[in-house]
């Protein structure tokens, strides 16, 4: 299982993405970048079977990538192929449907993100 999160900040700052490894660690990076953005941020999420290949693009996509597709206005189309794949209900992770955001402060955070279906 690959866990995938992502943080589109809604005010201004690059989008950071973060995938566990094996052992279920993870950075978040903004393009080549370690950290996110300050201010309050979407988050989507994803638990994604990774035997399967469905998502692959949207699984393997870096951040400088997505927020490239942002920019041109294609980054909804990716999620969705990334949700596609998902385990977790559809609402998660989609830019529009997400309920999940949180504040994002300088210096380390740490957060429980609850799903509540």
């Known amino acids: 299982m690959l866990f995938r999160s ?3 900040p809604e005010k201004e700052g690059a989008i950071a993405i973060a995938s566990t490894d094996s052992s279920g660690k993870f950075t978040m990076k903004s393009g080549t970048d370690a950290g996110v953005a300050s201010g309050p941020c979407k988050v989507t999420v994803a638990l994604i079977d990774s035997s399967g ?3 692959a693009l949207a699984v393997d996509m870096k951040p400088e990538d997505m927020q490239k597709l942002a920019m041109e206005g294609k980054l909804q189309a990716a999620l969705q192929a990334q949700e596609k794949g998902s385990l977790l209900p559809a609402k998660y992770g ?3 449907s ?3 955001t949180l504040e ?3 210096g380390d ?3 429980a993100i609850e799903l509540t279906d």
């Open 53 to 55: 290949s469905a998502s």
């Open 109 to 111: 955070n740490n957060f």
């Open 98 to 100: 997400t309920p999940l």
């Open 94 to 96: 989609k830019s529009d």
């Open 6 to 8: 992502t943080f589109i």
């Open 104 to 106: 994002v402060k300088k």
